[in-house]
């Protein structure tokens, strides 16, 4: 059973940066392809980037391209989002997902975290 636990969110200002880690564990977690979602009250569940399971292939969602990379060092079993130029519609649960395939979907995933709140501030 693949369990991920994700730290690292808060309340923040405008403009400010944040480094959100999911930790990941459970049988051939490093062989998954993680990815990092967000949801709003109301809202659905939306995309944010995805890494595969070597780190070396990444995609990111076009709202978010230029301001959050996503990473991972499976030695650690952790996966990263670093959240740059943060905004006040950034405000969100941020979930961190595991699956063997990937992609841009949350039904395409397996496994979630409980997720980390960040409050970003005008």
């Known amino acids: 059973q693949v369990q991920l636990v994700e730290s690292g969110g808060g309340l923040v200002q405008a403009g400010d940066s944040l480094s959100l880690s999911c930790a990941a564990s459970g049988p051939a977690v490093n062989t998954y392809a993680m990815a990092w979602f967000r949801q709003t009250p109301g809202k659905e569940r939306e995309f944010l980037a995805t890494i595969s399971w070597s780190g070396g292939t990444t995609y990111y969602a076009g709202s978010v391209k230029g301001r959050f990379t996503i990473s991972r060092d499976n030695a650690d079993n952790a996966v990263y989002l670093q959240v740059n130029s943060l905004e006040p519609e950034d405000t969100a649960i941020y979930y961190c997902?595991?699956?063997?395939?990937?992609?841009?979907?949350?039904?395409?995933?397996?496994?979630w975290g409980q997720g980390t709140q960040v409050t970003v501030s005008a």
């Open positions: 997902a595991a699956s063997p395939f990937g992609g841009t979907k949350d039904s395409e995933y397996e496994y």
